[in-house]
């Protein structure tokens, strides 16, 4: 069987290998996408529960990759305030978005809608083909290219392989990068609830003692209630007592955990869990291959930033390997991704330890942690500036200065 040839091959066809095809897209590059679920899974994803808050440069990125136009406008959600909660503590950090400018701190998206119009967008390209159903049984890098192969008996051959395939990557095990993974063993319910109370567009995060809660507002008001995600946290076994009760006593158990501040749950939508693991590769490049989204950063959703940092690592990438298509360059060549590996992980590594840190101390029920954090809370709270950073990481809107690539200009 003669060998598929690409310049660029992506394996996985998630949110960052999609966003990824298209923002290479239109530049004489042939690309390739390789993923392991059928394609109608692809087309039309099914709901998963996750509200993804997006950044405003997350937004600014979607709409040049031509993605944003393509959501349904009742499914982009504006994050006006969030407020932090430790415990019994009266005491909140107030964060708002006039603080920053602006009237939003961002946008929450369902994730599935993201995947749907990300693959609409890399669809409608016609450099872009896609090998849906494939399951990879080998690959080889050489310093001229690397070869996927598929166990169907085809073979792509590329200048440049990407790994777009999860924070648990089979392709960035198969290169032999090492990864820090962080177990935080617990797991993360969400769900889709209508409540009494409005929620002011207002997200919450509540340090409470022995589970963290979050309320993700979801837009205006409908006839039964206010829309919003619950987002509970537990331990594994815990959590597995809370997904074997049925949908009333789930309600009430969830408006029992926010101590009425809900008012009545009026309904839930599916439950989904997801367990915490955090990742982060040792390294995000080797030989003709470079690491996107969660197979570089997995990030604990707490900070809400994984998707975030993963458009990060796409226009990044984009930018580079653009600029040396443009010049006729080597678009795989060892110095182009050494920039992208200490680029990206300037830009990630960061945020991830802050997560880490954040998550350890306030998962902590010992007193001195919980003391420490109340402190912190109070204290952040009469911080203006503080909350101002705070706000503007939040709301991320690139700092002035900070340097603009193809990826970036295109469409200004
Ligand atoms: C509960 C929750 C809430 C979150 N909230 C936020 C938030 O508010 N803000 C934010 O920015 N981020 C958030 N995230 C993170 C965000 O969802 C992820 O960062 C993002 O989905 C990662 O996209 P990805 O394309 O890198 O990986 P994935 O979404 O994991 O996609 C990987 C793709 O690769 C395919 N694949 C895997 N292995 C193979 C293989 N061997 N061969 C071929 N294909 C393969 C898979 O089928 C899949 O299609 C949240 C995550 C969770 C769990």
Same mark, same amino acid.
């Given at each position: 069987?003669?060998?598929?040839?690409?310049?660029?091959?992506?394996?996985?066809?998630? #949110?960052?290998?999609?966003?990824?095809?298209?923002?290479?897209?239109?530049?004489?590059?042939?690309?390739?996408?390789?993923?392991?679920?059928?394609?109608?899974?692809?087309?039309?994803?099914?709901?998963?529960?996750?509200?993804?808050?997006?950044?405003?440069?997350? /937004?600014?990125?979607?709409?040049?990759?031509?993605?944003?136009?393509?959501?349904?406008?009742?499914? %982009?959600?504006?994050?006006?305030?969030?407020?932090?909660?430790?415990?019994?503590?009266?005491?909140?950090?107030? %964060?708002?978005?006039?603080? !920053?400018?602006?009237?939003?701190?961002?946008?929450?998206?369902?994730?599935?809608?993201?995947?749907?119009?990300?693959?609409?967008?890399?669809?409608?390209?016609?450099?872009?083909?896609?090998?849906?159903?494939?399951?990879?049984?080998?690959?080889?890098?050489?310093?001229?290219?690397?070869?996927?192969?598929?166990?169907?008996?085809?073979?792509?051959?590329?200048?440049?392989?990407?790994?777009?395939?999860?924070?648990?990557?089979?392709?960035?095990?198969?290169? @032999?990068?090492?990864?820090?993974?962080?177990?935080?063993?617990?797991?993360?319910?969400?769900?889709?609830?209508?409540?009494?109370? #409005?929620?002011?567009? !207002?997200?919450?995060?509540?340090?409470?003692?022995?589970?963290?809660?979050?309320?993700?507002?979801?837009?205006?008001? !409908? #006839?039964?209630?206010?829309?919003?995600?619950?987002?509970? !946290?537990?331990?594994? #076994?815990?959590?597995?007592?809370?997904?074997?009760?049925?949908?009333?006593?789930?309600?009430?158990? %969830?408006?029992?955990?926010?101590?009425? /501040?809900?008012?009545? %749950?009026?309904?839930?939508?599916?439950?989904?869990?997801?367990?915490?693991?955090?990742?982060?590769?040792?390294?995000?490049?080797?030989?003709?291959?470079?690491?996107?989204?969660?197979?570089?950063?997995?990030?604990?959703?707490?900070?809400?930033?994984?998707?975030?940092?993963?458009?990060?690592?796409?226009?990044?990438?984009?930018?580079?390997?653009?600029?040396?298509?443009?010049?006729?360059?080597?678009? @795989?060549?060892?110095?182009?991704?050494?920039?992208?590996?200490?680029?990206?992980?300037?830009?990630?590594?960061?945020?991830?330890?802050?997560?880490? @840190?954040?998550?350890?101390?306030?998962?902590?029920?010992?007193?001195?942690?919980?003391?420490?954090?109340?402190?912190?809370?109070?204290?952040?709270?009469?911080?203006?500036?503080?909350?101002?950073?705070?706000?503007?990481?939040?709301?991320?809107?690139?700092?002035?200065?900070?340097?603009?690539?193809?990826?970036?200009?295109?469409?200004?």
């Amino acid at each position: 069987m003669d060998p598929i040839h690409s310049d660029v091959t992506i394996i996985g066809a998630g #949110p960052a290998g999609l966003c990824l095809a298209r923002a290479l897209s239109g530049a004489g590059l042939r690309i390739v996408l390789v993923e392991r679920l059928p394609e109608d899974a692809l087309r039309a994803p099914a709901f998963d529960g996750r509200e993804i808050a997006l950044t405003h440069r997350s /937004r600014t990125l979607m709409q040049r990759l031509d993605l944003w136009r393509r959501l349904p406008v009742d499914e %982009i959600h504006p994050l006006r305030h969030a407020h932090v909660f430790n415990g019994d503590s009266p005491h909140a950090m107030r %964060i708002a978005a006039d603080s !920053t400018g602006r009237d939003s701190l961002g946008f929450l998206v369902p994730n599935h809608e993201i995947r749907r119009v990300a693959f609409e967008a890399a669809l409608d390209s016609n450099d872009v083909t896609l090998l849906a159903s494939a399951k990879v049984v080998r690959i080889e890098r050489h310093a001229d290219r690397a070869e996927v192969h598929l166990d169907d008996g085809r073979r792509i051959v590329s200048r440049l392989l990407v790994a777009a395939d999860s924070r648990f990557s089979e392709t960035r095990r198969a290169a @032999g990068i090492s990864t820090r993974m962080f177990d935080f063993g617990r797991s993360m319910l969400v769900c889709r609830v209508t409540q009494q109370e #409005p929620h002011h567009d !207002t997200a919450w995060e509540w340090f409470d003692h022995a589970q963290t809660l979050a309320l993700l507002p979801l837009g205006r008001a !409908t #006839p039964h209630g206010h829309r919003a995600s619950v987002v509970l !946290t537990l331990p594994a #076994p815990r959590m597995r007592e809370v997904q074997a009760l049925d949908d009333e006593g789930f309600a009430r158990d %969830i408006a029992q955990r926010f101590h009425g /501040r809900l008012g009545r %749950i009026e309904s839930v939508g599916e439950r989904h869990v997801y367990p915490l693991v955090g990742t982060y590769a040792d390294r995000f490049v080797a030989e003709r291959l470079a690491l996107i989204g969660d197979a570089a950063v997995g990030m604990h959703p707490v900070t809400a930033h994984g998707f975030n940092l993963g458009l990060l690592g796409v226009e990044r990438l984009a930018d580079e390997v653009l600029a040396a298509a443009a010049s006729g360059a080597d678009i @795989g060549a060892g110095a182009l991704l050494a920039r992208f590996d200490r680029g990206h992980r300037r830009a990630t590594l960061p945020l991830y330890l802050a997560t880490r @840190g954040i998550v350890g101390l306030f998962t902590d029920d010992r007193w001195p942690a919980r003391r420490l954090r109340a402190g912190l809370l109070r204290a952040s709270e009469a911080l203006t500036p503080f909350k101002r950073l705070l706000a503007a990481t939040l709301a991320d809107e690139g700092r002035p200065g900070r340097r603009r690539g193809r990826v970036a200009q295109a469409g200004d």
